[in-house]
């Protein structure tokens, strides 16, 4: 666990809920700025970006490998294009931070390169994001985990080994906590892919805190993953899918963030902590239970049977696991029939 803008992360705490803008901001800062005024509306805890810049993600290159082959979003594409349309402009850093700041959202971004780590050590931020593409980047890792901020970081793709690698990179330059999320780098994700039984995995063979960057269409992956113990959900959010962007097919709407919001706050409350206490409906439903009652007259002296004692609801009698004893007795008095038998009732 760590503490973030004073928000406690981690197992046994409310989810941490990130609203993930990447590049839906379409090219407009405002576009930008009504994306976190619709994250914060939504309820959501934080909301990230992405910094970097087409020249310190690629070179400008249409060779082949230099094209997006996959993904029906970016297919074509050349790399440096892609990461020219999407990226986050460097000067609008500084009002986006203010801007969530103001609308009480802890703001953070993934750094790509060292320059953007010094870029964003800038703005004092509280933690840091790795992508799951640069699991990978030990310079990079290493840069990151020098500032002393606690770190994010999607493990899509990653081995065991490369996740292990990373972790103790981090670590060795100073990063004080890593979590750690399960993710799938496929846009959009299909469910059958998320394999969310591995965010309790993660927790114990890692030691650290687990949850889930989720690329899917709906929100009902992150919902499931809340309750197999994910302590943080990434999701990206758009204005509206129909508006286009890189990342728009995968993203949620304004409405479907603050449902995915609602399902998440729901889901933590039920799986509270483990308890066999009796709830308050449980304590008033227990005169529901089958007890012991006089089903027939019973004369004083008259041995009890199983035909003039049932086992029966309501619960207002002796309980049940007393019958094969009270078949041995003899009633104290008369007992008429819809009588809750009493311990006084029995000689």
């Known amino acids: 666990m760590f503490r973030v803008a004073n928000r406690a992360i981690g197992h046994g705490k409310s989810v941490f809920i990130i609203a993930e803008l990447s590049g839906n901001h379409n090219r407009s800062l405002a576009r930008a700025l009504k994306l976190i005024d619709a994250a914060a509306d939504a309820g959501a805890d934080a909301v990230k970006l992405q910094t970097y810049t087409p020249d310190t993600m690629t070179i400008d290159s249409d060779k082949k490998e230099f094209i997006v082959q996959s993904n029906p979003a970016w297919k074509g594409k050349t790399l440096y294009r892609l ?171 304004p409405a479907e963030f603050k449902s995915l919001v609602a399902s998440v706050r729901e889901v933590e409350t039920a799986i509270g902590v483990p308890s066999y206490e009796r709830s308050k409906g449980e304590k008033e439903n227990l005169v529901f239970r089958k007890s012991l009652y006089i089903v027939q007259d019973v004369k004083k002296g008259e041995r009890f049977t199983k035909e003039n004692v049932r086992s029966i609801r309501p619960g207002y009698g002796l309980p049940p696991k007393e019958f094969a004893r009270v078949l041995k007795r003899r009633a104290t008095k008369g007992l008429k029939r819809g009588e809750a038998l009493a311990e006084h009732m029995i000689a």
């Not at 780098?185 to 995995?201: G, N, Q, V």
């Open 83 to 253: 990461y020219e349309e999407a990226h986050t402009p460097w000067k609008w850093h500084a009002q986006l931070f203010a801007h969530a700041k103001k609308r009480g959202l802890i703001c953070f971004s993934t750094p790509f390169d060292s320059t953007a780590v010094d870029f964003l050590e800038t703005f004092r931020v509280p933690l840091y994001k790795v992508a799951s593409f640069e699991v990978v980047d030990i310079p990079l890792l290493e840069c990151i985990g020098k500032t002393k901020k606690p770190v994010i970081m999607s493990r899509g793709m990653a081995t065991i080994a490369e996740i292990t690698l990373a972790l103790k990179t981090l670590r060795s330059a100073g990063c004080p906590e890593v979590a750690l999320l399960q993710c799938v780098s496929a846009y959009p994700a299909e469910p059958a892919e998320m394999h969310l039984a591995t965010i309790p995995d993660i927790r114990k063979r890692f030691k650290v805190s687990a949850g889930l960057s989720d690329h899917t269409l709906s929100s009902d992956v992150a919902v499931a993953a809340v309750a197999l113990g994910a302590c943080i959900v990434e999701k990206h959010i758009t204005l509206r899918r129909a508006d286009g962007g890189p990342d728009a097919s995968f993203s949620l709407e």
